[in-house]
């Protein structure tokens, strides 16, 4: 008989989706073939389950475990008081070597079908601890039973979850998200109402120098009050690591959690930090690997993969710059093209602050500068391409294959996207000879990627 919502039916998970989820088949009586797919969450290879099936689509289906009958040999004692609730880590219940395994094949399997390519897949590189490695926090903030928590959205919806410490930030996060909620209620600072779009406190974002040690806090509102400025003064009174309180203004009706205006209320915007040796600034709105100790051994195979020496290296999507300035000793030049203005003046800071005499950045759009780069003459022997989840536009792509490097070097945190820019590529001349999985974020469904394009001859 065909599936049914509510039905109660037996199932052995034999895959992992990539966003976490077990993958089960369920096959009709005296009938041939492999069966609709059961998605089961908080489930491991190998589990045979008894299954509620909650939601049945034309080819698939969706279901929650009612009972566990045979454990897989990967299944760990989950020790995250919010796992299952606040929609962040999915792989708590599995060994970190299982987790491995699975994100590699995600790798996989997205360069097969969705590029239809076969490059060189090289092992995955794991974080040296899963736990505790974020060097950045952005939590919402709620009122709840009468006092002001923040925590993490449960998935697929805007419900706060509290959290006290999470597993995968450092200790002195909790520590000071429970010292700001604590002010916000002692100087009566009222709660962001979402459904209402009413309230001044939204969320709290921190960030830290993984070598430094330095810490911003960064208050998102929907407007600045007063009271602002008397908790930036508790705040760094109590904890000498925060170098600066930052308020961030948020006055949209919108899940973007930075606003368009920023002050800073105590001390200054920016940490410092190190990133492979280079000094480094990064103001709140400059993108930074979450992972640094990860990251660092990401850019080292990005520039064995580059060969960055006596080229001119073009860095698109470069944020703060940290990617090609770690190059910059290497290579003839260094040009960097970032859209976030922010960024572009931490970027040129950077470069100042550790002598870099051969780097140029720009404020602009990847495609806009690749275009403008190839209309001018300018011919790169290497691009290094670090795209958002979204992946790079396709005149981004064009443009840079029309500049014609002899390597593209592609940084991604989206398997999927980069199979397909890395597809449109080949059409455009480029072989993807190496494919390489780097885990910067454990106990979550994300991976990164780096990937070595070279030019056809």
Do not use: W
Not at 272 to 301: H, W
């Amino acid at each position: 008989m065909p599936l049914e919502k509510n039905q109660i039916i037996t199932l052995e998970i034999t895959g992992l989706s990539n966003d976490g989820n077990g993958v089960g088949h369920y096959r009709e009586e005296n009938t041939d073939g492999r069966g609709m797919a059961v998605f089961v969450s908080f489930t491991a290879v190998g589990d045979v389950i008894s299954c509620r099936v909650l939601k049945v689509l034309k080819n698939v289906a969706y279901g929650k475990v009612e009972a566990l009958l045979t454990s897989s040999p990967d299944r760990i004692q989950n020790d995250c008081t919010a796992y299952g609730k606040c929609g962040g880590c999915c792989f708590r219940h599995i060994s970190y070597e299982a987790e491995l395994r699975a994100k590699e094949g995600f790798v996989r399997d997205a360069f097969s079908r969705i590029g239809g390519l076969s490059p060189e897949i090289i092992t995955i590189r794991g974080s040296e601890n899963p736990e505790g490695y974020r060097n950045k926090l952005q939590m919402p903030v709620s009122k709840q039973n009468g006092k002001t928590v923040c925590g993490f959205y449960s998935e697929r919806s805007h419900r706060v979850i509290p959290v006290g410490k999470c597993a995968l930030q450092p200790d002195i996060f909790a520590e000071i998200t429970r010292y700001v909620t604590s002010l916000a209620d002692e100087l009566k600072i009222s709660v962001y109402n979402e459904e209402k779009h009413e309230g001044v406190l939204r969320h709290i974002y921190l960030r830290r120098g993984h070598y430094s040690g330095e810490i911003c806090l960064c208050i998102v509102a929907r407007r600045k009050v007063p009271e602002f400025a008397k908790l930036a003064k508790k705040v760094i009174e109590r904890f000498p690591q925060i170098t600066g309180v930052v308020l961030d203004i948020n006055r949209e009706r919108t899940n973007v959690i930075l606003g368009g205006e920023e002050m800073v209320l105590a001390g200054k915007a920016e940490i410092s930090d190190e990133m492979c040796g280079v000094k480094v600034e990064i103001s709140p709105k400059s993108f930074y690997q979450v992972n640094t100790p990860a990251a660092e051994a990401l850019y080292r195979q990005a520039a064995e993969f580059a060969e960055p020496e006596g080229k001119l290296l073009l860095d698109l999507y470069c944020g703060a710059g940290t990617i090609g300035l770690s190059m910059a000793d290497k290579a003839r030049r260094l040009i960097g093209a970032e859209i976030v203005p922010e960024a572009v003046e931490n970027a040129k800071a950077n470069a100042r602050r550790n002598s870099i005499e051969n780097a140029e950045f720009v404020c602009a759009d990847a495609g806009r500068a690749a275009a403008k780069l190839e209309k001018i003459g300018e011919r790169p022997g290497v691009i290094i391409l670090d795209p958002p989840r979204k992946g790079c536009s396709e005149d981004t792509l064009t443009a840079c294959a029309g500049m014609q490097p002899d390597r593209i070097v592609m940084i991604s945190c989206n398997p999927a996207t980069a199979a397909r820019d890395c597809k449109k590529l080949s059409e455009l001349g480029y072989t993807v000879r190496k494919v390489r999985p780097f885990d910067l974020f454990p106990r979550t469904s994300h991976v990164e990627c780096v990937i070595l394009l070279i030019k056809d001859i």
